[in-house]
């Protein structure tokens, strides 16, 4: 089964790459690989490890995940 995933630089937390892999043990010196499951991702986001949550911005403000005001984004 092919897994979507984020390549996470480990220092700046910035999605480098979007990779598609057979399975989840690949190791890539300074960064995490991340599955992207059925949330929005493109390289140049930023991932909240505390929340799991990719964001467009740095500080993790604004997400296509959530609104403003908290809630879920539906499409």
């Known amino acids: 089964m092919t897994i979507t995933m984020a390549m996470v630089n480990n220092v700046t937390n910035e999605v480098e790459n ?3 892999v057979e399975n989840d043990d690949l190791v890539i010196d300074g960064s995490s690989l991340v599955s992207v499951g059925d949330l929005f991702c493109q390289a140049g986001m930023f991932f909240n490890a505390i929340d799991k949550i990719f964001y467009y911005d ?3 403000k604004k997400s296509p995940t959530y609104n403003d005001d908290g809630t879920y984004a539906t499409s």
Do not use: A, N, V
Request: aromatic share 16%; proline share 0%; glycine share 0%.
């Open 58 to 60: 740095k500080d993790f």
């Open 18 to 20: 979007i990779i598609s």
